[in-house]
C-alpha cells in the first residue's frame, strides 16, 4: 500500500480531465466534427471505469483507516476483533484496486472499440481444411451470440466435401475487435478427417484474420480509385442463387485491393458491405504498419496480427486445446468448439495488458 499517494496524485489530474471530457462531449461545435466526438467518447468511458475504480478505492482505504484507528484507541475486545476482520479484508481489496487501476490506467487501443472484419480461409490441409474453417466459423458464431453480437455474411466459398474455403462476415457489437483480435494466426487441426477411411490422424490448418472495422470518417474514399463489377452470385458447385446482377466486386486501383460481396439479393445492399470491407482493408495496410511497429517492441505480443503465426492447436483424440502464445491448455475441446473461448480471450487479454504495463512503466 506504498503506492497510495501516487495512485491519488494520477487521480486528481484524471478526474479533471474526466470533467473536461464530458463537458466537451456535450458542445454542439464538437458533434458536428464527427471524428472528434467519437474519439471522445472512447475517452470518456475509459475515464468513467477509472473514476468509479478510484472512488471505490478511496472508499476502501477509509474503511482501512477507520479500522486502524478502532485498534489503536479500542479497548472492547470485540470491536478490535472487527477491526482486525476489515484490516484485513481492506488490505486484500486495496491491492487487488490498485491492480485494477494500473490496468486501467494503460491508454486503450482505439481500435478496440470498433467492430471488426472477420475472414477464414482454409490453409494446409484441402478438403479438411475447409471443414475445418468451417467448424472455426461456427465456434464464433456461438461465441457471437453468447456476447450478443450481430455477425452478418459478406462473402464466402464453399469447400467441396463441406465447410468454407473462404468466409467473410462483420461482426458488429461492444469492443468486438478488442476481443477478437487475439483470434488473427494460424489454428491447427489434429483429428481424424472425415475423408479419411483408414483412421489416421491428420493435421490440418485453417488461418483466422480479424481486422478492425473503418469508420466512414477514418478512409477517404474517391470514386475516381473504384472498379465497380456485378456479376449474378454462385452458389456450391456453381449453381446461380439468383438471375439478376446482384453480386458486386470492387477494385480499389492505387492499391489493387479487390473485395465481393453477393450475400444479399439486393445489389444496393452487397455495394454498401462490399464498400464497408474496402474501407476496412485499406485501412489496415496501416493498422499492419503499427502493429508490427508494437510487437517490435514487445517480446511477447499475442495480437500481432501476424496471418503466419501458429496460435493454436485443437487436438480432436485427447479432446485438448493449446493456445502456444501463452501455453495455456485446455482438456474441454467440446464445449470450446461450442463458442466457449471466454477464459482464454481473457487470459490472452491478461498478457497483453501486463506486457503494456511494462511499457508504460505504471
Given at each position: 500500500m506504498a503506492d497510495n499517494n501516487s495512485l491519488l496524485e494520477k487521480y486528481e489530474g484524471i478526474k479533471i480531465r474526466f470533467d473536461e471530457v464530458s463537458q466537451q462531449i456535450s458542445d454542439p461545435d464538437v458533434m458536428k466534427d464527427m471524428k472528434r466526438y467519437?474519439?471522445?467518447?472512447?475517452?470518456?468511458?475509459?475515464?468513467?471505469?477509472?473514476?468509479?475504480?478510484?472512488?471505490?478505492?478511496?472508499?476502501?482505504?477509509?474503511?482501512?483507516?477507520?479500522?486502524?484507528?478502532?485498534?489503536?484507541?479500542?479497548?472492547?475486545?470485540?470491536?478490535?476483533?472487527?477491526?482486525?476482520?476489515?484490516?484485513?479484508?481492506?488490505?486484500?481489496?486495496i491491492k487487488e484496486h490498485e491492480n485494477e487501476i494500473r490496468f486501467l490506467l494503460v491508454?486503450?487501443?482505439?481500435?478496440?472499440?470498433?467492430?471488426?472484419?472477420?475472414?477464414?480461409?482454409?490453409?494446409?490441409?484441402?478438403?479438411?481444411?475447409?471443414?475445418?474453417?468451417g467448424d472455426l466459423f461456427r465456434m464464433y458464431t456461438k461465441f457471437c451470440d453468447r456476447k450478443g453480437w450481430k455477425i452478418e455474411l459478406t462473402s464466402s466459398t464453399e469447400g467441396t466435401s463441406g465447410g468454407f474455403k473462404e468466409i467473410v462476415a462483420k461482426v458488429s457489437g461492444e469492443n468486438v475487435y478488442g476481443i477478437?483480435?487475439?483470434?488473427?494466426?494460424?489454428?491447427?487441426?489434429?483429428?481424424?478427417?472425415?475423408?479419411?477411411?483408414?483412421?489416421?490422424?491428420?493435421?490440418?490448418?485453417?488461418?483466422?484474420?480479424?481486422?478492425?472495422?473503418?469508420?466512414?470518417?477514418?478512409?477517404?474514399?474517391?470514386?475516381?480509385?473504384?472498379?465497380?463489377?456485378?456479376?449474378?452470385?454462385?452458389?456450391?458447385?456453381?449453381?446461380?442463387?439468383?438471375?439478376t446482377y446482384s453480386a458486386i466486386r470492387l477494385t480499389h486501383m492505387p492499391t489493387g485491393i479487390v473485395v465481393t460481396c453477393q450475400d444479399e439479393k439486393s445489389q444496393i445492399k452487397n455495394l454498401s458491405k462490399a464498400m464497408g470491407e474496402l474501407r476496412t482493408r485499406i485501412y489496415n495496410l496501416e493498422h499492419q504498419k503499427y502493429l508490427d511497429d508494437i510487437a517490435s517492441r514487445r517480446k511477447t505480443m499475442v495480437s500481432t496480427g501476424d496471418r503466419s503465426a501458429k496460435i493454436r492447436t485443437y487436438n480432436y483424440p485427447q479432446g485438448r486445446m493449446t493456445d502456444h502464445r501463452i501455453g495455456f491448455t485446455v482438456y474441454n475441446?467440446?464445449?470450446?468448439?461450442?463458442?466457449?473461448?471466454?477464459?482464454i480471450i481473457e487470459k490472452l487479454s491478461v498478457e497483453e495488458n501486463t506486457e503494456r504495463l511494462k511499457e508504460t512503466e505504471l
Open positions: 467519437v474519439r471522445l467518447n472512447q475517452d470518456y468511458k475509459q475515464l468513467d471505469s477509472l473514476v468509479k475504480s478510484f472512488k471505490r478505492y478511496q472508499n476502501l482505504l477509509k474503511n482501512f483507516a477507520d479500522a486502524r484507528e478502532i485498534l489503536d484507541n479500542e479497548t472492547d475486545e470485540d470491536l478490535r476483533e472487527m477491526a482486525r476482520e476489515e484490516l484485513e479484508n481492506s488490505e486484500k481489496q491508454p486503450a487501443d482505439p481500435e478496440d472499440s470498433k467492430n471488426a472484419i472477420l475472414e477464414i480461409r482454409g490453409g494446409t490441409g484441402g478438403d479438411e481444411a475447409a471443414i475445418f474453417a477478437l483480435k487475439f483470434e488473427s494466426g494460424v489454428h491447427r487441426v489434429q483429428r481424424v478427417p472425415q475423408t479419411e477411411t483408414q483412421g489416421r490422424i491428420h493435421t490440418s490448418a485453417s488461418t483466422v484474420a480479424v481486422l478492425p472495422e473503418a469508420e466512414e470518417f477514418d478512409i477517404d474514399l474517391r470514386e475516381s480509385d473504384i472498379r465497380k463489377d456485378t456479376y449474378c452470385s454462385s452458389g456450391p458447385g456453381g449453381q446461380s442463387v439468383n438471375t475441446l467440446p464445449a470450446i468448439m461450442d463458442g466457449d473461448i471466454e477464459e
